[in-house]
């Protein structure tokens, strides 16, 4: 659970000159800590993500993806506890619920489909949470900056 | 035992164990005199750089506990303090402690150093292992607690020769002062106090490797200890965590590790396993890899590797396997200096084989033992306890932590080598046991602790400070951290912007506190750790200085960035900018919290009538806490039933009769035995647990203690033929006089059944120990037997390695074999050849058995998924129950409120399971001795006018706690239920429903800043 699969090299999107942001919204208990054990079992990912930490995947608005892409994210990760682990019993449903749907607005609207990814990550999966952001950040360097519909030179302005 | 209690407990020695035993008995209602003999508290884990198997930092997790003691208000702390008299019995006893002169006041020194800095004498210093020198004042380590200086009377030029002639030799320091805290003419004194039971936990020292003079130690330069090697490591050691040597400052590339250096070696008296060194010596080979600019070879010379605890097995092949660490099965002759004037060190050595090699390194660690420090059996002298040849104290059989004096308990390595999880799991039991001894007096010498008036924020302008933690190495040497304080001053809102070597040390909290004063900060962010381990001990230091705990942020630069980025230092610093950032604006948007009082049920429940759970469940019951104890089998005992004699022979049938009369006959403890649990709910103070008979019980704890299973081999013809049998049946065989086993002559021990495999990459820990007694036992009954026993490594930990010695005595024979080349049972005729390759002799023997006992595995128990699911709470992969901190928190689960002991957590023998059992009881009792159960209250809150009464978020709210109120046409939210996960506010179209600590516009703004 520990040290296997260490890599002490970074995948190979350091050498490419772009580098995506991604932002990473991580519920409190599961996947937050699975970083945290990645980082305690020294698993090496790509710098790429900015971590917002979350009570839960159930609390993310699907404003904040729209958000995020407005801001000039090249690529959004949610991660939250496997299905039937939600420490709030049912909070990752409600996720999962809103996510398929975003996922089809988002790709009617003409956004690239891999630029949004959603993952399930535990507690107790250090190694796992570093191959989701190694997969997550190839899939966005792949598709280059993001200069979709959502991109605003300001943000958009603000909610509210 | 005396009538008049005392609500008070004594604790000496303050390492990790009376540290963990203080703050669990502070906790729960007691006062504690904590007694140190040194002048800070912290014992040895400051001194260590990593702790195994997870590679934390140790000074990372030890430092929120130090914080935490030093500040808590029902903990006295007396340092250079020793008992000299106990008078008294159990329950009121009346301890006289000396307390040495520090010659500096603690409440006028602030720790600044001035006095160090003009003292002329140098010395060597103890902390550091005599590598790098202190000063005749001196602190012992950077996060001390106290946070003061002490000076060494028998180094201090005034105290050594101008006080006797009444001259003013040097006081420098008394110049350079400007607390005014020295005073050079402090005396001892000494101070009596009054308790109601004494916790001894004065921890051990370290083999004097010296002694041994073919190991070169103390006469070659490139010899080291372990203890040397982990300050070689530390980021706070002598050279900043530079891996070099210390005589020439040359980094190193081939090191090599010499195991069992004052340990399994009768010659010396230490005829026992120290049950740490493989672990450290394993985790320092792959720490200095990892540490080292240049690419380093490693090797481990040893006779066995001893990994029996939990994750230790994976923790040592992955070091074999993936990090190249080299491991030698071997005998040391000596090691020598290198003539060729590089100050090296050649190793001669013999393999398994007999063949004598040499071999050259930079740098050679010895892994020094264990044993009892010269204060522990000055200890054991003064209270009068039993003590054994090694001179640890002897502890009462299967009692885990009573020492022979009734109310005095020990833990950690008082009693014998242990690692750090078991000590502080021992630290709980015992402060479990004297809750339990006391529980009449509990809360009637404590106070509450009273916290400033909290200032009025609302409307001020935000004046956010940032602290950038160094931690060390740990984050400084890939972040460039003054860059980000530089690029933080420069964010909205900021107004003061400062880095620290460790945000988390005591002197930290006092310049926090004193910097939310000076600059009148209402908001606060420290970029450092992970908020899940050290969230908590800031938003202490904030409600200290008056601010709401809730006006701050933390940023993850070291676990979610400095770790995991440790070879791109520039993306790193950039990443540590932008989180330093977003946790700026979050925290800037921050509002003040009220926490949520609930009703805390102070009943508990435990899972499982094995010796794991009815220990617990009287511990609980002696506490004074109503029990209800679950058992889904027709009687109590579990697996305990099968066995007839314990490790140190006690007579398991009549200690388990008694454990089952005392469980059945407590007035607190109410039975459900053949009852299975159908469905659990809620949360630590108010859980629901319905029976198969529908019976429901609520209760604030749980303890799970379902214990585990005894593999069923698939291999080696067991279950083909009778004499083929697992350890516990042949046990039950030998009490049952069966013709087997008391007519057979030839008895094969095949080590290592279903565990250390593929399938389970975990080592079950007590069936080295357990063969071995076994085969004494045929021995002693059947003196001309033959008796051999099959292994991989012989793993007869701390005392078992006697027993291991004295089955070699008695002629029986050990045959090594490797996991690739197990040995075979095959049938010829009617009889069972066992095949299996000699390492000596290099060629395969065969054996006719009589009787072949396998060493089946323990493997986890079946209800394992059930429970993980009802409780909320995770299993590792081989489907053990995972504990919140493999070191800190070995019983605890991250879930409040809910607690393990024995097997079902890992492997362990009876002893142990008792120590786990009494530790997981003694913290339920720490949560249930709360009047209350305090939320952080960041619940959902509504904006009525926005509330159009959709019901989309009762739709959503598992926790059932909003409904709409359909008078009103408005949602309202119930404090109480709300557990705050957001699922409200994310779902609610109107925007009315908000969550706080995590508001709609917190987030958004984040991204605006993104």
């Known amino acids: ?160 | 035992m005396s009538q008049n209690k005392v609500g008070a407990v004594m604790i000496v020695g303050a390492g990790i164990a009376g540290i963990q035993s203080a703050l669990d008995l502070a906790e729960s209602g007691y006062l504690v005199h904590l007694v140190e003999e040194s002048s800070a508290i912290g014992g040895t884990m400051p001194m260590l750089d990593k702790t195994f198997p997870t590679n934390d930092c140790s000074m990372c997790i030890l430092s929120p506990k130090l914080v935490e003691c030093g500040r808590h208000l029902n903990i006295r702390i007396y340092t250079n303090s020793q008992v000299i008299k106990t008078e008294g019995e159990a329950g009121n006893f009346k301890v006289t402690i000396k307390q040495q002169p520090r010659f500096v006041d603690v409440d006028k020194c602030t720790g600044c150093g001035s006095c160090a800095e003009v003292c002329p004498v140098k010395v060597d210093d103890e902390f550091n292992q005599g590598i790098g020198k202190r000063k005749a004042i001196f602190k012992q380590y950077s996060q001390a607690f106290p946070n003061a200086y002490a000076i060494d009377p028998q180094k201090c030029l005034f105290q050594t020769m101008g006080k006797a002639k009444g001259k003013d030799i040097c006081k420098k320091c008394l110049k350079a002062c400007q607390a005014g805290a020295i005073n050079h003419d402090m005396e001892a004194k000494e101070i009596e106090l009054e308790v109601g039971s004494v916790i001894l936990n004065p921890g051990f020292k370290v083999f004097d490797a010296s002694s041994l003079e073919y190991y070169g130690y103390g006469k070659i330069k490139s010899v080291v200890t372990s203890l040397e090697f982990e300050r070689l490591l530390s980021a706070s050691g002598p050279f900043d965590g530079h891996l070099v040597r210390p005589f020439d400052q040359k980094e190193p590339q081939r090191i090599a590790w010499i195991q069992c250096v004052g340990s399994r070696n009768a010659k010396v008296n230490k005829n026992y396993c120290s049950g740490v060194c493989c672990m450290y010596a394993i985790k320092e080979a792959v720490i200095a890899k990892e540490h080292s600019h240049i690419p380093v070879d490693t090797t481990i010379f040893f006779m066995d590797m001893r990994t029996p605890g939990k994750d230790f097995e994976k923790y040592y092949n992955n070091a074999k396997d993936k990090q190249g660490v080299r491991f030698i099965r071997s005998r040391i002759y000596e090691v020598t200096e290198a003539e060729d004037g590089s100050g090296d060190s050649i190793i001669r050595y013999s393999n398994e084989d007999g063949q004598i090699s040499t071999e050259q390194f930079d740098l050679v660690v010895l892994s020094v033992g264990l044993e009892p420090g010269e204060s522990s059996k000055a200890l054991a002298q003064t209270l009068d306890l039993k003590v054994n040849k090694f001179g640890f104290a002897e502890l009462e059989p299967l009692t885990g932590v009573n020492t022979s004096r009734e109310g005095i308990f020990a833990a950690g390595a008082f009693s014998g080598p242990r690692d750090i999880p078991e000590t502080v799991m021992q630290a709980s039991a015992a402060a479990g046991a004297a809750s339990a001894l006391l529980s009449q007096e509990r809360g009637t010498l404590v106070s509450e602790k009273e916290y400033p008036a909290e200032k009025e924020v609302a409307g001020d302008v935000i004046r956010t400070g940032v602290f950038i933690c160094h931690c060390g190495v740990n984050i400084g040497s890939v972040v460039n951290v003054p860059e980000v304080v530089e690029y933080a001053k420069t964010l909205p809102t900021v107004v003061m912007a400062t880095e620290k070597i460790y945000a988390c040390s005591q002197d930290a909290q006092a310049s926090m506190k004193e910097l939310i004063e000076e600059y009148k900060l209402n908001r606060i962010v420290v970029s450092s750790c992970s908020p899940r381990t050290h969230e908590p001990l800031f938003q202490e230091t904030l409600k200290e200085a008056g601010l709401n705990a809730h006006l701050f942020d933390m940023a993850n630069i070291r676990d979610q960035c400095s770790w995991v980025h440790m070879n791109e230092p520039e993306k790193a610093t950039e990443k540590a900018k932008d989180l330093t950032r977003l946790a700026i604006v979050r925290a800037s948007m921050q509002q003040p919290v009220q926490p949520v009082f609930m009703e805390m049920n102070h009943d508990a429940l435990v899972v499982g009538g094995g010796v794991a759970g009815m220990t617990s469940a009287l511990s609980l019951a002696d506490q004074g806490f109503v029990v209800h104890l679950v058992e889904k089998a027709p009687e109590l005992g579990g697996i305990a039933k099968r066995f007839s004699t314990g490790f140190r022979g006690e007579d398991i049938k009549a200690f388990l009769a008694g454990l089952i009369e005392r469980v059945s006959s407590h007035p607190k403890i109410t039975l459900h035995v053949g009852k299975e649990i159908q469905d659990v709910g809620g949360f630590l103070g108010n859980f629901t647990t319905t029976l198969n008979d529908g019976e429901q019980i609520r209760h604030g704890v749980a303890v799970i203690a379902i214990g585990g299973q005894e593999y069923q081999p698939k291999e080696y013809l067991y279950g083909q033929d009778p004499r083929v049998m697992t350890q516990i049946q042949m046990d039950e065989a030998l009490v049952r006089h069966d013709d087997l086993v008391t007519k057979a002559q030839n008895f094969v021990f095949i080590q290592c059944v279903g565990s250390r495999c593929e399938e389970s990459p975990y080592c079950s820990r007590t069936c080295c120990t357990k063969s071995v007694k076994l085969a004494l036992k045929v021995k002693a009954k059947n003196p001309t037997a033959n008796v051999f026993v099959l292994y991989r490594d012989m793993r007869t930990y701390s005392y078992f390695e006697e027993d291991y010695e004295l089955a070699r005595r008695s002629g029986i024979l050990f045959v090594r074999y490797s996991e690739n080349d197990k040995p075979v049972v095959n049938k010829e005729g009617a009889t069972l050849v066992v095949t299996v390759k000699d390492h000596v002799l290099d060629r395969p023997i065969e054996i006719e058995a009589d009787v072949i006992c396998l060493a089946a595995a323990i493997k986890a128990p079946e209800d394992g998924k059930k429970l993980s699911k009802w409780f909320k709470v995770p299993l590792n992969n081989e489907g053990f129950f995972l504990e919140a901190h493999m070191k800190l928190r070995p019983v605890d689960f991250s879930t409040d409120g809910v607690f393990m002991a024995g097997i079902a957590h890992s492997p362990k023998n009876m002893e142990e399971v008792i120590s786990q059992a009494k530790a997981a009881a003694g913290r339920a009792g720490v949560a249930l001795s709360k009047e209350q159960v305090e939320s952080a209250g960041l619940t959902a809150f509504v904006n009525k006018r926005k509330c159009t009464a959709c019901g989309t978020c009762e739709a959503v709210c598992s926790a059932k706690a909003v409904s709409v109120d359909l008078e009103n046409r408005v949602a309202v939210v119930n404090d109480a239920l709300c557990k705050g996960c957001g699922a409200c506010a994310s779902s609610c179209r109107c925007g009315a429903i908000n969550l706080r600590g995590c508001t709609n516009e917190q987030i958004v703004e984040m991204l605006n800043f993104f």
Request: charged share 20%; with cysteine.
């Open chain 1, 1 to 160: 659970m520990f040290m296997e699969d260490r890599q002490v090299n970074v995948s190979d999107t350091d050498n490419k000159a772009y580098q995506p942001k991604i932002a990473a919204f991580l519920c409190n208990w599961c996947s937050y800590a699975g970083a945290d054990l990645a980082g305690v079992s020294r698993f090496q990912y790509p710098a790429t993500i900015r971590t917002i930490r979350v009570p839960c995947s159930g609390r993310i608005n699907p404003l904040y993806l729209l958000k995020a892409m407005a801001n000039g994210a090249d690529g959004v990760l949610v991660s939250g506890c496997h299905p039937g682990d939600c420490h709030y019993i049912s909070g990752n449903y409600v996720a999962r619920r809103k996510f398929a749907l975003i996922k089809s607005l988002l790709k009617h609207v003409g956004l690239e489909e891999d630029r949004v990814s959603f993952s399930w990550v535990s507690a107790a999966e250090g190694v796992r949470f570093s191959e989701v952001v190694k997969g997550v950040t190839e899939r966005v360097a792949a598709l280059g900056p993001n200069n979709s519909v959502f991109k605003v030179k300001d943000g958009g302005g603000t909610d509210e």
